[in-house]
């Protein structure tokens, strides 16, 4: 008879870890919701869970609220720790994988992922690199900030953003590299274009 532990394992492998990265307004959020249902994995989203705790005005919310409308990074100590909570609250070792939106956004995320993954026995399979050009991201931001309601959907705020991305959140993508786990999506096309690239992409790793 197989013991507990032997079937949390047998879980473990299974799994498939991916990282949608790119810049604001690349489209990692609505490449996540068709790969959540594509592939029933868990997708989270730092920025919504961010969101959700201003919503409820909680003590994080009010804290994060602050970098957020100045388009700035909330620390790195916040982000991990909620992410960590959102792992256990979703019991994610029991799933088929998950598909993380906006984290990691700085090599010290990214090497607190890894130790969170590793405490879980498993590991990020893939970084997806969505590439959009500046004036591109631009364009989108500003139309979707018509209708986000996201007060970070600004000119002033937007720029802030991908300067922020460029030095502080690029980086990520050369940690990834050195594994061996980095492939490029040119992320300019039709949705289902990209998604097709995207799904490959997994494919590939399964
Ligand atoms: P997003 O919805 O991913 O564009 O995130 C909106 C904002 O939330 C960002 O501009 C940051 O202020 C904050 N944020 C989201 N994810 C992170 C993260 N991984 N690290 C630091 N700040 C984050």
Do not use: C, W
Request: aromatic share 6%.
């Amino acid at each position: 008879m197989e013991t507990e532990n032997e079937i949390s394992n047998q879980s473990f492998s299974k799994m498939i870890n991916i990282i949608l990265f790119g810049a604001p307004g690349s489209g990692k959020g609505t490449q996540s919701s068709l790969i959540e249902q594509k592939y029933n994995f868990h997708h989270i989203s730092t920025g919504e869970l961010l969101r959700e705790e201003i919503a409820k005005d909680s003590e994080v919310g009010k804290f994060a609220h602050g970098f957020i409308s100045k388009g700035k990074l909330v620390p790195d100590d916040l982000i991990i720790q909620l992410l960590a909570k959102k792992f256990d609250e979703l019991n994610v070792v029991h799933s088929n994988g998950i598909i993380l939106d906006g984290f990691p956004r700085t090599v010290g995320q990214a090497e607190a992922l890894e130790v969170l993954f590793e405490e879980r026995g498993t590991h990020t399979d893939l970084l997806l690199d969505l590439r959009v050009d500046e004036e591109e991201l631009i364009n989108r931001l500003l139309l979707r900030g018509q209708t986000s309601g996201r007060n970070d959907d600004n000119m002033d705020i937007i720029h802030k953003r991908i300067s922020i991305y460029n030095n502080q959140t690029r980086p990520v993508v050369d940690f990834y590299e050195k594994l061996g786990r980095h492939v490029e999506i040119d992320g300019i096309g039709s949705v289902e274009e990209i998604f097709e690239k995207i799904s490959n992409a997994i494919d590939g790793v399964k």
